[in-house]
């Protein structure tokens, strides 16, 4: 990461990358990666309504999605999903 980075100067490691597929043709369209860092502001586990973000990746994310004119957003985060039963 460069050092003028701005992802060096926020809380967490939060980012978002817009990929566009347009030089594939009349079918090429723009994507939006977005990273979400669900560790970084964390809320101690217990708490009634316990929050992941924290308010300023909150802000980024409504910014983010609200100036984005990807045709698709695909949000990945840190927290990992199980189910309760073993699927093979």
């Given amino acids: 990461e460069p050092p003028e980075s701005p992802r ?12 566009d597929f347009g ?4 079918l090429g369209r723009k994507v939006l990666v977005v990273l979400l860092d669900m560790r970084y502001s964390k809320d101690p586990y217990g708490v009634p309504d316990g929050d992941f ?23 990945v985060s840190s927290l990992q999903l199980l189910q309760s039963r073993n699927v093979v």
């Avoid at 030089?23 to 009349?26: K, L, T």
């Avoid at 973000?53 to 949000?75: K, M, N, P």
């Fill in 53 to 75: 973000l924290g308010e300023a990746q909150w802000e980024w994310l409504d910014r983010t999605l609200a100036q984005s004119e990807a045709d698709v957003h695909l949000i």
């Fill in 8 to 19: 060096r100067r926020q809380r967490g490691v939060y980012t978002s990358q817009l990929v």
């Fill in 23 to 26: 030089a594939m043709g009349e």
